[in-house]
């Protein structure tokens, strides 16, 4: 998944997915907690896979993993007009009260908000985004 678009969020907690990125998430994914205050959306098998990686980890390494993860988790599908119900649980966590921000990034995807993501993007400057690819060998 990749690309990054700007939504609003409705009084009831509906969201629209662009239909790019409901193409790739299939008809039914999940939506959790991400990390930075966003939410992270997984195709089913995605999520299978992340779910059973946990899984195999020991017990003492994981519990903090499937606790994050697995307790937030949240089946879901979108209606007619493409639009998902974000649970307000997850709303809470993001801080997701209009302006959102959901972006592609390889396997999944992430709901911000807006202002959020725009904060996130100002710390982020050319240097370290080089030092980053250089660490990791691009």
């Not at 609003?8 to 907690?13: I, P």
């Not at 998430?25 to 299978?48: M, N, R, S």
């Not at 009260?97 to 390889?106: K, N, P, S």
């Not at 995807?109 to 240097?127: C, F, H, L, T, V």
Request: net charge negative; glycine share 8%; hydrophobic share 40%.
């Amino acid at each position: 998944m990749k690309g990054e678009y700007q939504h609003t969020l409705d009084a009831k907690g509906r969201l629209f997915i662009p239909a790019k990125l409901r193409e790739e998430l299939g008809e039914g994914f999940v939506v959790t907690k991400g990390l930075d205050e966003c939410l992270f959306l997984y195709p089913q098998h995605a999520w299978e896979q992340l779910e059973e990686k946990i899984r195999r980890l020991p017990m003492s390494k994981s519990r903090g993993l499937q606790r994050f993860f697995l307790s937030s988790a949240a089946d879901v599908t979108v209606d007619k007009q493409g639009r998902m119900i974000v649970p307000s649980v997850l709303r809470s966590y993001a801080g997701l009260e209009h302006e959102v921000t959901i972006i592609g990034v390889g396997e999944r995807a992430e709901i911000w908000d807006r202002q959020a993501w725009e904060n996130y993007n100002s710390e982020m400057d050319a240097g370290s985004i080089a030092q980053a690819m250089e660490e990791l060998g691009f």
